[in-house]
């Protein structure tokens, strides 16, 4: 009588596809390059607004910025949800719920439309001004943003930038700072050559950083509890 393979439970994978800091299933698996340790891409990023070293073996990941050693592992994570039955559409709806609880009501809020390269020519307000006509982020997670300008940052004449006459933002969570950039760019008319910076809390946040991003790891870990969230924008100050 020929032999039957052994059935295997979820629970026999546990160890592999959990994670350390909240021992739930790996969500966006995070893994470290230094030493290949996983974990959940929002525990490992709130763990290093504390700590460089990794919270399973200690190493040291990075001086200054372990940020800079994540990688995300999109093979396991579909590994994950074929092993876990359901799981990725509970995430995928915890995580639309928790935008549209924190979505506040239209008050003449623009809306940024972003192509899936990032470029300018994808951003438009509500009026449809400078944008395309397709919305290629119409189903991710919607952020609302407050966009203000910082005065008096040592700047005068030609090079000072204004207000925008509207200052609330709706647009996808996973917009970059990059096409934040341009859409300013866009609105306030400025130079080609011109250069912004965009920052959150008065520190510059980098150009490929993510509204989603931002928010999680600058403004909410931050004790911010108001929405919508407020960037600031400045010319770029030249130290050199």
């Known amino acids: 009588m020929a032999a039957t393979g052994r059935k ?6 546990n160890h592999f596809i959990t994670c350390y800091l909240c021992r739930g299933y790996l969500i966006k698996p995070t893994t470290v390059t230094e030493c290949l340790h996983t974990f959940c891409k929002s525990c490992i990023v709130q763990h290093f607004e504390e700590s460089n070293d990794c919270p399973k073996c200690g190493i040291q990941v990075h001086e200054t910025n372990p940020l800079e050693m994540l990688r995300l592992d ?4 579909e590994i994950i949800f074929k092993l876990v039955p359901g799981l990725r559409e509970k995430e995928e709806q915890q995580e639309l719920d928790f935008w549209k609880k924190n979505q506040p009501k239209e008050n003449g809020q623009e809306r940024l439309r972003c192509l899936p390269d990032g470029g300018a020519s994808g951003c438009a307000d509500d009026d449809g001004e400078g944008g395309d006509d397709g919305d290629y982020h119409r189903s991710d997670p919607q952020i609302a943003i407050c966009l203000d300008c910082l005065h008096n940052a040592g700047q005068s004449g030609e090079s000072s930038v204004t207000d925008l006459m509207k200052r609330f933002i709706r647009c996808s969570s996973r917009v970059t700072v990059g096409t934040i950039k341009k859409f ?3 609105k306030l008319k400025l130079p080609s050559s011109y250069e912004l910076d965009v920052l959150c809390n008065g520190e510059i946040m980098g150009r490929d950083h993510t509204l989603e991003f931002i928010y999680m790891t600058r403004w909410r870990l931050h004790g911010e509890n108001t929405y919508p969230m ?10 050199g």
């Open 8 to 13: 295997h439970l979820v629970k026999d994978f």
């Open 74 to 77: 999109n093979t396991l994570e």
């Open 184 to 186: 300013l760019s866009l």
């Open 230 to 239: 407020v960037l600031e924008y400045r010319p770029r100050i030249d130290f």
